[in-house]
């Protein structure tokens, strides 16, 4: 019996077909190209993140530093009006340094005579 052309083929045993598994070799040359630029990679990436992080304390301290240097203003405000003559005087009343009836000024006047 011939066969032809469009005849369906005839199975006579299970023939075993191979595979191919396509490797990829890896050569010394590639692996150590592989390794520097892994290599690169991770220091450029830590670098990122520290300079990200020192950012964000940079902010973090330049935010303290004006809250200090608020903080710096208010004490001069409060230092000069300790040393101006009404906030003397009326710490004086508190004290019983001076009687509530004199008028301001008139202490230093009996202590001159």
């Known amino acids: 019996m011939r066969r032809g052309k469009n005849d369906p083929p ?3 045993g299970v023939k075993k077909v191979k595979t191919r598994r396509l490797r990829f070799k890896f050569k010394p040359l ?3 190209l592989l390794f520097f630029i892994v290599s690169i990679l991770y220091q450029l990436g830590l670098g990122l993140f520290g ?3 020192n950012n964000y304390r940079l902010v973090e301290l330049q935010k303290k530093l004006v809250e ?6 208010l004490l001069e405000i409060e230092k000069t009006r ?4 009404e906030f003397l005087e009326k710490e004086a009343r508190k ?16 202590q001159e005579e």
């Open 82 to 85: 300790w040393h101006t003559d």
């Open 51 to 53: 300079l990200v992080v």
């Open 68 to 73: 200090k240097n608020q903080l710096i203003q």
């Open 95 to 110: 004290l019983g340094l001076m009687k509530e009836e004199e008028p301001p000024g008139a202490g230093s006047e009996k």
């Open 30 to 32: 590639s692996l150590l």
């Open 10 to 12: 005839v199975v006579t």
